[in-house]
């Protein structure tokens, strides 16, 4: 399977194999997904927005189901069958009421086999290509809580926890996505918290290197508690919604939010971003 | 990086002799200040004299009242020492807090106090235990070894081979880490020695420095409060993204006061 977006740790090779191996029978481990090689993927946008399950999904099931109709017909061939009576099931094509049967794989080298096509003008191969345009968005929602605590004498705030109830409509894989959640989360604390670009006085970045610009750590992070609610999304076919930036819109104010409440208490009127020990400090002292 | 010679001797004396032969040379311990700045090309020695296969320069003993730290032993030996643990557990605190795993695994006592970061960690007990630096010609009491920014009394060629701690009655080490790099903003080593309080503050200043003021009023009551309102003059001290230096400079009295509250248990 060739797809125009692009997987750089989001798990598309798991969720994409898995709307194929639902539909096809296939095993997981016989579907390959390509992406980001120019060499072998005609055309694509990458990846951005939210969008990889929601745009490429939906071109992907109806690839799916074309080549499926495809491997149905010659199917029907190879079983002396009417296409209609051919069921695919556990990736076999098999004639309903019956035990005849042939693999998913058996056709498919047929299909490219002189000969295993059939002679009454049936198309040979299987590819297929499918687009998806979205008609509109989608809207995933939730309530982000983050709790913080903050040690007035050196400025140093404590992520204490943090708690995630998001709607990302239907999941084709609960852990990747919560696995998009936590990692959304920790970008959008790191922003809200520690992340900041730094330029002196003649335009030179000093926060060029990790040893000045403070990602986020493993160490400085609660355990992070994601719950989900699904609703369908009716935008898409899959019902699915965008789940990457989930994490990320709402962490920086629900942590951020959190250190002004807690800043609030001690007369701090106003606080801008990020909650470093030194700008927490600062605050503290000018009120 | 550019290119270079490398050698790996085996005796202190065959180390100097090649670092009299070569034309820019420099010892290499951990190697994780000397290689990174040799990878910016900020540093471009003609030949690096590796002393790691020297022997003498390892491993932790117990000599009367002294733990001697061998100057090639790694950070995260010191903190997980038996010894160190039990005569100086704020030692082997303070080494466990240097970096990270990588760091602590490849980086020395040798390399850290020869190159003498403003930042590092260790500077804190030497001053803070009164201990005394050894060298392979002399031997330099810590009020005298660390002279300014990224300076020492090392003369060029000199190699530290160990320092030697004295066990104080109480000890113990807070440290204000750089949130991104982990280096110290600020880092007060408090002791009670033999020869009377200490408080020695890393990276505040330009180099480690004592604070005397702070040391009299522990010496008339070691008790977090005793120090809790003496804040240093920030004139002098470093400001940077992380931290200014007046945010320093009240830093090293909550660190005082908490490492005062760590010491007492
Ligand atoms: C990511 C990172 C984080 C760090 N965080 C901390 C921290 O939190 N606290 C801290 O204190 N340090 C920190 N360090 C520094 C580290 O702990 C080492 O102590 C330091 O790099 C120097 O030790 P080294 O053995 O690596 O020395 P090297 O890099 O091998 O050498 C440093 C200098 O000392 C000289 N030298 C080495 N050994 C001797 C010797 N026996 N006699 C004379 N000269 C010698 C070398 O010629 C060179 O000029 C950090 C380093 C990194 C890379």
């Given at each position: 399977?060739?797809?125009?977006?692009?997987?750089?740790?989001?798990?598309?090779?798991?969720?994409?194999?898995q709307?194929?191996?639902?539909?096809?029978?296939?095993?997981?481990?016989?579907?390959?997904?390509?992406?980001?090689?120019?060499?072998?993927?005609?055309?694509g946008?990458?990846?951005?927005?939210?969008?990889?399950?929601?745009?490429?999904?939906?071109?992907?099931?109806?690839?799916?189901?074309?080549?499926?109709?495809?491997?149905?017909?010659?199917?029907?061939?190879?079983l002396?069958?009417?296409?209609?009576?051919?069921?695919?099931?556990?990736?076999?094509?098999?004639?309903?009421?019956?035990?005849?049967?042939?693999?998913?794989?058996?056709?498919?080298?047929?299909?490219?086999?002189?000969?295993?096509?059939?002679?009454?003008?049936?198309?040979?191969?299987?590819?297929?290509?499918?687009?998806?345009?979205?008609?509109?968005?989608?809207?995933?929602?939730?309530?982000?809580?983050?709790?913080?605590?903050?040690?007035?004498?050196?400025g140093?705030?404590?992520?204490?926890?943090?708690?995630?109830?998001?709607?990302?409509?239907?999941e084709i894989?609960?852990?990747?996505?919560?696995?998009?959640?936590?990692?959304?989360?920790?970008?959008?604390?790191?922003?809200?918290?520690?992340?900041?670009?730094?330029?002196?006085?003649?335009?030179?970045?000093?926060t060029?290197?990790?040893m000045?610009?403070?990602?986020?750590?493993?160490?400085?992070?609660?355990?992070?508690?994601?719950?989900?609610?699904?609703?369908?999304?009716?935008?898409?076919?899959?019902?699915?919604?965008?789940?990457?930036?989930?994490?990320?819109?709402?962490?920086?104010?629900?942590?951020?939010?959190?250190?002004?409440?807690?800043?609030?208490?001690?007369?701090?009127?106003?606080?801008?971003?990020?909650?470093?020990?030194?700008?927490?400090?600062?605050?503290l002292?000018?009120? | 990086?550019?290119?270079?010679?490398?050698?790996?001797?085996?005796?202190?004396?065959?180390?100097?002799?090649?670092?009299?032969?070569?034309?820019?040379?420099?010892?290499?311990?951990?190697?994780?200040?000397?290689?990174?700045?040799?990878?910016?090309?900020?540093?471009?020695?003609?030949?690096l004299?590796?002393?790691?296969?020297i022997?003498?320069?390892?491993?932790?003993?117990?000599?009367?009242?002294?733990?001697?730290?061998?100057?090639?032993?790694?950070?995260?030996?010191?903190?997980?020492?038996?010894?160190?643990?039990?005569?100086?557990?704020?030692l082997?605190?303070?080494?466990?807090?240097?970096?990270?795993?990588?760091?602590?695994?490849?980086?020395?006592?040798?390399?850290?106090?020869?190159?003498?970061?403003p930042?590092?960690?260790?500077?804190?007990?030497?001053?803070?235990?009164?201990?005394?630096?050894?060298?392979?010609?002399?031997?330099?009491?810590?009020?005298?070894?660390?002279?300014?920014?990224?300076?020492?009394?090392?003369?060029?060629?000199?190699?530290?081979?160990?320092?030697?701690?004295?066990?104080?009655?109480?000890?113990?080490?807070?440290?204000?880490?750089?949130?991104?790099?982990?280096?110290?903003i600020?880092?007060?080593?408090?002791?009670?020695?033999?020869?009377?309080?200490?408080?020695?503050?890393?990276?505040?200043?330009?180099?480690?420095?004592?604070?005397?003021?702070?040391?009299?009023?522990?010496?008339?009551?070691?008790?977090?409060?005793?120090?809790?309102?003496i804040?240093?003059?920030?004139?002098?001290?470093?400001?940077?993204?992380?931290?200014?230096?007046?945010?320093?400079?009240?830093?090293?009295?909550?660190?005082?006061?908490?490492?005062?509250?760590?010491?007492?248990?």
């Open positions: 399977m060739f797809v125009g977006t692009h997987n750089h740790g989001q798990g598309h090779e798991t969720a994409f194999a709307l194929v191996s639902e539909r096809t029978g296939l095993d997981l481990d016989n579907i390959e997904v390509v992406f980001g090689d120019t060499r072998r993927v005609q055309r946008l990458g990846t951005f927005g939210s969008r990889s399950a929601v745009v490429c999904g939906p071109a992907i099931t109806l690839a799916c189901e074309r080549v499926i109709d495809k491997a149905r017909n010659l199917a029907a061939h190879m002396e069958a009417a296409t209609s009576d051919i069921e695919l099931k556990d990736g076999h094509f098999t004639v309903a009421g019956t035990d005849h049967r042939v693999a998913f794989s058996a056709v498919a080298k047929n299909a490219y086999s002189a000969g295993g096509f059939g002679e009454d003008g049936r198309e040979p191969g299987l590819d297929e290509t499918a687009f998806h345009d979205p008609q509109g968005f989608t809207f995933p929602f939730g309530a982000h809580i983050a709790e913080v605590e903050i040690d007035p004498a050196t140093v705030t404590q992520l204490i926890s943090y708690t995630a109830v998001d709607d990302l409509g239907v894989n609960p852990m990747i996505v919560e696995g998009q959640i936590h990692g959304g989360v920790v970008q959008g604390v790191g922003q809200a918290l520690m992340e900041r670009l730094c330029h002196d006085d003649t335009g030179q970045l000093v060029g290197s990790f000045d610009y403070t990602m986020p750590r493993a160490a400085a992070l609660p355990l992070i508690t994601s719950e989900r609610i699904a609703t369908r999304a009716q935008s898409n076919p899959l019902g699915a919604k965008g789940a990457g930036e989930a994490g990320t819109f709402a962490a920086p104010a629900a942590a951020g939010n959190a250190v002004m409440d807690a800043l609030a208490s001690a007369g701090v009127t106003h606080f801008d971003m990020p909650a470093t020990p030194l700008r927490v400090w600062q605050a002292q000018a009120r | 990086m550019y290119a270079f010679s490398f050698h790996q001797p085996e005796t202190l004396e065959e180390a100097k002799r090649l670092f009299g032969e070569s034309d820019d040379p420099r010892y290499l311990s951990g190697g994780h200040t000397l290689l990174p700045s040799m990878k910016l090309r900020l540093a471009t020695p003609s030949d004299i590796e002393l790691n296969a022997e003498s320069l390892k491993g932790i003993s117990i000599e009367g009242d002294n733990v001697v730290v061998g100057a090639g032993t790694r950070h995260g030996d010191v903190a997980q020492s038996a010894d160190v643990l039990a005569a100086i557990p704020a082997a605190d303070l080494a466990g807090m240097i970096g990270d795993f990588q760091v602590r695994n490849r980086g020395t006592l040798g390399g850290s106090i020869a190159n003498a970061d930042a590092a960690d260790y500077p804190a007990a030497i001053v803070g235990l009164n201990a005394t630096v050894k060298t392979d010609r002399r031997e330099i009491a810590a009020d005298d070894y660390f002279t300014d920014l990224f300076e020492t009394a090392l003369e060029e060629d000199e190699i530290v081979t160990a320092v030697s701690f004295p066990t104080p009655v109480r000890a113990a080490y807070m440290k204000f880490p750089n949130p991104a790099s982990r280096y110290a600020v880092g007060v080593f408090v002791a009670e020695t033999a020869g009377g309080i200490r408080v020695a503050v890393t990276g505040a200043g330009a180099s480690v420095f004592r604070v005397v003021e702070m040391e009299a009023a522990l010496t008339v009551n070691f008790a977090p409060e005793a120090v809790a309102d804040l240093i003059p920030d004139d002098d001290l470093n400001s940077d993204i992380h931290a200014a230096n007046d945010y320093r400079a009240h830093l090293v009295t909550v660190m005082a006061k908490r490492a005062v509250e760590k010491a007492l248990g």
